[in-house]
């Protein structure tokens, strides 16, 4: 804290210092925290944007977004920048590429900085890799269009197994009544005989 009575040195002194815990609490944080203004360009990084795009946080300084996510993730979250610098707070999921050359999956959340005045100055950046719950989800998924699949095979088959049993018992009751009818024709036949010979 700044003190009354302190000199422009410790005031500068009390920054640097109020600067360095800033980084070192947005350093520890596992979520891509960075601040671009209305130009688009990154004015600060924490270093989680070193091991994902490769680039320490000095050498993002200054430089617009399309420079560091490319034009295809920028103009994929175009509307997104636009609603956060026009006062919105943004939150979505989004491919974003890593260094590694694989598109990853992440929770972006994109607040405005706004002055004094209230005037919107840039946005803080915040990105979260989700890629692991992602895929797992997409996992859920696939297996749950499998087992529907699967379900409605094993219902059509157990239904085509259900008629061919109907059939069969209709047919098996056919049979079962024309023997009735046999056997009582035989019946018929053997008491005419009896009498007959009677």
Not at 51 to 75: C, I, N
């Amino acid at each position: 804290p700044i003190r009354d009575g302190q000199g422009i040195g410790g005031q500068l002194l009390c920054l640097r210092r109020s600067e360095a815990e800033v980084r070192e609490i947005t350093d520890a944080l596992p979520v891509l925290i960075g601040y671009v203004d209305r130009d688009k360009r990154y004015r600060y990084n924490n270093r989680h944007y070193e091991s994902w795009f490769g680039q320490t946080p000095e050498m993002l300084y200054g430089k617009h977004l399309t420079e560091v996510v490319g034009q295809r993730a920028y103009d994929a979250r175009r509307a997104e920048i636009e609603a956060a610098l026009a006062g919105q707070d943004v939150v979505f999921e989004a491919s974003m590429p890593h260094q590694d050359g694989v598109l990853r999956q992440t929770l972006m959340h994109y607040l405005p900085h706004r002055g004094g005045d209230g005037a919107v100055l840039g946005l803080f950046v915040l990105a979260q890799d989700v890629t692991e719950r992602w895929r797992a989800e997409q996992a859920l998924r696939e297996l749950n269009d499998t087992l529907e699949s699967r379900i409605q095979e094993r219902t059509t088959a157990l239904a085509e197994v259900y008629e061919r049993l109907l059939t069969e018992m209709a047919s098996r009751e056919q049979a079962q009544e024309a023997l009735r009818q046999a056997q009582k024709m035989e019946t018929v036949g053997q008491l005419t005989g009896g009498i007959a010979h009677d």
